[in-house]
């Protein structure tokens, strides 16, 4: 068997480690003995330390902007399978609920000792003197980013794209809740790696269909973690996580049964104590109605170059396709609701968009903590369902139709500056996209 050689770039240095990396895969799919490695490894990796040391780098070096996010993202996603020595599962969120992977109280190792889930929760750092919270919405909406997905596939850059992106990545995240939609502590929950590999997967599918843009935007800009600065451009390209073996088609599989060794005592004493996270009940938006993001245009069209870890090796596309494309819909016009300018928040809110009593969507504000990143945001929201349910009977062509479900729009903010909100209105208007 070739063995692949993975290659991380930090601070201009090249890291490289023999171990294997497998493709990543969907969490409800990995086999039992996948999943309890996956555990073994976040479990040391906490233990030792590892883990918090890159979620810490979250809070204090991811960039502002949604297109240098994703590039930031894709680089933190492969440190943090280096720390584990694993690759990361992902969570299609557009499909289904909360893993419970990531609900369990315990798991048995493979030698049988029952321990506390990893996956759980994580520890904050030492100021804050708790583990993560989460208080995830009954009803998630999987429904609602299911069109967000489909939104963002649409976009023909990758700054309209990352910035569609970003606003269903918000939703996932304030519809778990507690520190999940608080960018001090975010990646500090295991659920939070889950999340963002995910939305490494759909950016990557998008690179696949869209192979002919440049990424002008990032061609001069670079980016800082706490390995040092690296270039956003070579990093944007790197398709490389994407395009590994399955675990099925390597020999070396077998080495899938053998946990970590432990290397601290408090990772070798199984404990079984451990509290599940709240769930309480929210306000969510009718399912089916969709919560997106879109930002101006950012690059030209040019050449995209790839990088793989060996052309041998690549996975076929089929695997990380999204809902969006396994259900190949035609085209059709869709009613947007345009949200400019709106402000971040220090504290995770939203805006219900309302129709009388019915709230028809939300605009989800990731609280930036205290890291002083406030910054205004377009917004555009998917309102096509509502517009058909609302103003019965209507043409979708029709401008006065339009107009008319449009001034029966009001607003409410949720633990978000009231100046967002004036008498139930913010500024807005409505458009037809065809996608």
């Not at 040391?53 to 960039?63: E, L, M, T």
Request: one cysteine or more; proline letters at 5%; hydrophobic letters at 40%.
């Amino acid at each position: 068997m070739m063995r692949r050689i993975v290659t991380i770039v930090c601070a201009g240095a090249a890291l490289t480690s023999a171990m294997t990396m497998h493709a990543r895969v969907n969490v409800n799919e990995m086999s039992g003995d996948q999943l309890c490695m996956f555990r073994d490894r976040m479990r040391m990796a906490l233990a030792t330390g590892a883990f918090e040391k890159i979620a810490g780098d979250h809070a204090a070096f991811s960039p502002d902007g949604p297109a240098a996010g994703l590039v930031w993202n894709r680089r933190a996603l492969a440190r943090m399978e280096q720390a584990l020595g694993t690759t990361m599962p992902f969570w299609d969120s557009a499909s289904d609920p909360v893993p419970q992977a990531y609900l369990d109280l315990n798991y048995t190792d493979m030698s049988g000792n029952v321990w506390p889930n990893p996956l759980l929760g994580g520890r904050k750092p030492a100021s804050a003197g708790t583990t993560t919270t989460r208080r995830i919405m009954n009803q998630f909406p999987t429904g609602q980013l299911a069109d967000a997905e489909a939104l963002a596939l649409s976009r023909g850059t990758f700054g309209d794209f990352s910035s569609v992106l970003e606003d269903a990545q918000c939703l996932v995240q304030t519809s778990i809740g507690g520190d999940m939609g608080d960018l001090d502590y975010a990646a500090y929950d295991p659920l939070f790696w889950a999340v963002h590999v995910n939305t490494d997967r759909i950016c990557y599918r998008w690179q696949t269909t869209h192979a002919n843009v440049s990424y002008a935007s990032m061609a001069n800009l670079t980016l800082t973690d706490g390995t040092g600065s690296f270039d956003s451009l070579t990093v944007v390209r790197d398709l490389s996580g994407w395009q590994r073996t399955p675990v099925e088609d390597d020999d070396d599989a077998a080495r899938k049964r053998t946990p970590p060794a432990a290397t601290s005592p408090s990772a070798s004493q199984p404990v079984v104590a451990q509290s599940a996270p709240s769930v309480v009940s929210a306000n969510t938006a009718t399912t089916g109605v969709q919560m997106l993001a879109n930002g101006s245009a950012l690059v030209q069209r040019s050449t995209m170059i790839t990088t793989v870890v060996n052309s041998t090796t690549m996975v076929t596309a089929d695997r990380y396709l999204t809902r969006t494309e396994r259900r190949a819909l035609p085209p059709k016009a869709h009613v947007l609701l345009m949200v400019p300018q709106v402000m971040s928040t220090q504290a995770q809110g939203h805006i219900d968009v309302m129709v009388e009593s019915t709230c028809i969507a939300q605009v989800s504000l990731f609280g930036m903590g205290t890291t002083g990143h406030l910054h205004p945001k377009d917004h555009v929201i998917d309102v096509t369902f509502a517009f058909f349910k609302m103003q019965s009977p209507a043409n979708i062509s029709n401008g006065r139709d339009l107009e008319a479900f449009h001034s029966r729009l009001t607003f409410k903010a949720f633990n978000a500056s009231s100046s967002l909100v004036a008498n139930g209105k913010i500024p807005s208007y409505v458009r037809v996209d065809t996608y």
